[in-house]
C-alpha cells in the first residue's frame, strides 16, 4: 500500500485512498452478487478509463459472469463530454436475452453512458445496468443517466488515478486525487 508520503508530486491531494478504495470495491462486488444471483451477468467496461476499477470489481463479485470491453471516443474536447460517442472499438460478444452491467470510472454529465445505453439497448438484452466508481453530482447539475451501482461521489474537479488519466499519465496511481492546477495549466 502506499503511503500518502509516497503521493505522487503532481497530485495536490488525496481524495479516496488505496484503502477506501477497497472498501468501495467490496461492498459494490456484495451488492451485484447478491442482485445478480441466477442471472446470465456480462460485465462491460469501457476502455481505457476503466480497467482498474474493472480487474478489481469482477473479482469481489462470486456470481458466475462474463466480461466484454468496448472502447469509444467522444467528439471534441475530452475534459466535457459531448454526448456525440463514436464507437472505436465494439463487444465481441452478443448480448441479447443477457443481463448487462456496464462498468465505468467515472460519471460526470451522464452523456456518454446514455448514448451507450440506448445503443446497447438496441440489441436486446434482458436488463442494462450501470456501476461506476465515481460520480461527479454537483448541486444544479443532472446527469443524463441514473447508475444503480455507485462507488462514492466525488467533486467537481479533475481526478486522475486508478484508471483516470491526465493526457494518458497517472491511470496507475492506485488512489484517486486531485492535481495540481500548475500541471494542466
Ligand atoms: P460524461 O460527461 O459523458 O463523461 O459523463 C464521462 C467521461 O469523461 C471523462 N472524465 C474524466 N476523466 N478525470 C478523468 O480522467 C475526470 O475528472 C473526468 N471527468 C470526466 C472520462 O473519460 C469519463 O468516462
Known amino acids: 500500500m502506499i503511503e ?18 477497497a472498501a468501495m470495491v467490496k461492498r459494490m462486488g456484495a451488492e451485484i452478487s447478491r442482485d445478480y444471483q441466477g442471472k446470465d451477468l456480462v460485465l462491460i467496461a469501457v476502455l ?4 482498474v476499477f474493472m480487474g478489481d470489481l469482477m473479482r469481489s463479485i ?7 470491453f468496448m472502447a469509444v471516443s467522444s467528439y471534441g474536447d475530452k475534459a466535457k463530454s459531448s454526448g456525440v460517442v463514436r464507437i472505436v472499438k465494439d463487444l465481441d460478444m452478443d ?7 456496464i462498468v465505468e470510472d467515472i460519471l460526470d454529465s451522464g452523456l456518454t453512458l446514455k448514448y451507450l445505453m ?13 456501476a461506476t466508481f465515481l ?3 454537483v448541486e444544479g447539475k443532472q446527469a443524463a443517466i441514473n447508475p444503480k451501482y455507485v462507488g462514492t461521489h466525488c467533486p467537481d474537479a479533475f481526478v486522475v488515478g ?4 491526465f493526457a ?3 491511470r496507475n496511481l492506485p488512489y484517486v486525487g486531485i492535481l495540481k492546477p500548475e500541471v494542466y495549466s
Not at 48 to 51: F, Q
Not at 118 to 130: F, Y
Not at 162 to 165: A, V
Open 4 to 21: 500518502q508520503g509516497a503521493m505522487h508530486p503532481d497530485i495536490e491531494q488525496v481524495l479516496f485512498t488505496e484503502e477506501d478504495i
Open 48 to 51: 481505457r478509463g476503466a480497467v
Open 62 to 68: 462470486d456470481v458466475p459472469l462474463a466480461i466484454d
Open 95 to 101: 448480448i441479447k436475452g443477457r443481463d448487462v452491467l
Open 118 to 130: 440506448k445503443n446497447l439497448s438496441s440489441r436486446n438484452p434482458a436488463s442494462i445496468e450501470v
Open 135 to 137: 460520480w461527479k453530482d
Open 162 to 165: 486508478y484508471g483516470l488519466d
Open 168 to 170: 494518458e499519465r497517472y
